[in-house]
């Protein structure tokens, strides 16, 4: 079996900023971009998607370490936060965007000394693939599709 799989989503534009992604059969995800318009029903925006999928990594990874090691989680909880370099839209050449540094403050309560929790955080981060993600970068190819639709 390939250690390679391949993952898709679809998401259709709809109204002002905001976006709709289907993932699967599951609930349809709203992500929207803060316009300064006043919206009845906000969503978060793409960056903050991208940090609530390293939040959601990183738990998977510490409570699945946790397990297999016999450690009772009693609770863990992460606070995630970003800092972001934006650039006006019309620039021809923008400076870098996006994320410049992200912080994570892991909260853990298990009855376990101080270090092994450390190893439970360290090795959950390097297993994580949306860590990897950011920290590693991944090639990324962005195309007009034909008229075919491909």
Known sequence: MSAL???????VAGSRFRQFTHIRDLPVLIVDEPSGIADTEPAPEPLEVLLAALGSDLTI???AGALA?????SGLTLDLEADIAAAPMDMAQP???GFTAVRVAVHIEADVPW????????????RSPVANTLHDGTELNVALADAQGR
């Open 95 to 97: 400076a870098p965007i």
């Open 69 to 73: 090691r016999g450690i009772a989680l």
């Open 115 to 126: 270090e092994a929790l450390a190893t439970l955080v360290a090795r959950a981060t390097l």
């Open 5 to 11: 799989r391949t993952l898709r989503s679809r998401t």
């Open 61 to 63: 990874g510490i409570r």
